[in-house]
């Protein structure tokens, strides 16, 4: 395997992930040494999260045939990085993709090197966002929050970023993040 690192993004739905890695993408259009690679999942396309779909059929038959580096299920879903992920590590680059912080033992089994990016907001901001989602009640949401809080406990970031501030704040601390790593990966 080459030098690359996989920077697993995870955090509460609704905190903005996929938001902060865009604004990265953005930001670092045009330098190959960073892959944005979108996860499979067997949910349709919506406006809340970035992925691409399939169906429960063709995850089944991925995960049988080692299709995928790393899959994972959660929420009733299943989930998978396609095997560009895989490549894009052996060939050195920083990848970066919205993740599940309970398949991060899973990835760091697959991979020589994952870092952990740590979203999070205020409760406040959360469940607004969440509620405006429209996919929960206000007492499923206040059950999620009380969840979350102790699955944040269990992760041992390498950042954290908490997403209450402009893009440009909170989307440039993991833009440095990322260049540090690429910075550190060249050398």
């Not at 993004?9 to 905190?15: A, K, M, Q, Y």
């Not at 996929?18 to 604004?23: A, F, K, Q, R, S």
């Not at 206040?142 to 989307?171: H, K």
Request: proline residues 4%; contains cysteine.
């Amino acid at each position: 395997m080459g030098t690359g690192v996989l920077v697993a993004v995870v955090g509460p739905s609704g905190v903005g992930k996929d938001t902060l890695i865009g604004h990265a993408k953005a930001s670092l259009a045009g330098d190959d040494g960073f892959v944005f690679v979108r996860r499979l999942v067997t949910r349709g396309e919506n406006a809340f999260e970035d992925h691409d779909t399939l169906d429960e059929a063709a995850f089944a038959e991925g995960v049988e045939a080692g299709r995928f580096p790393v899959s994972w299920r959660a929420h009733g879903l299943g989930y998978a990085l396609p095997a560009a992920t895989l490549e894009a590590i052996e060939a050195g680059a920083v990848v970066i993709c919205n993740f599940s912080r309970g398949a991060i033992a899973a990835a760091r089994e697959r991979f020589p090197a994952v870092r952990v990016v740590a979203i999070s907001a205020p409760d406040a901001i959360l469940a607004a966002r969440l509620i405006a989602r429209g996919r929960e009640t206000e007492e499923g949401v206040a059950a999620r929050l009380a969840r979350e809080a102790v699955c944040a406990r269990e992760i041992d970031p390498d950042l954290t970023i908490v997403n209450d501030r402009p893009i440009e704040q909170s989307g440039g601390e993991l833009v440095a993040y990322l260049k540090g790593l690429r910075t550190t990966a060249s050398a």
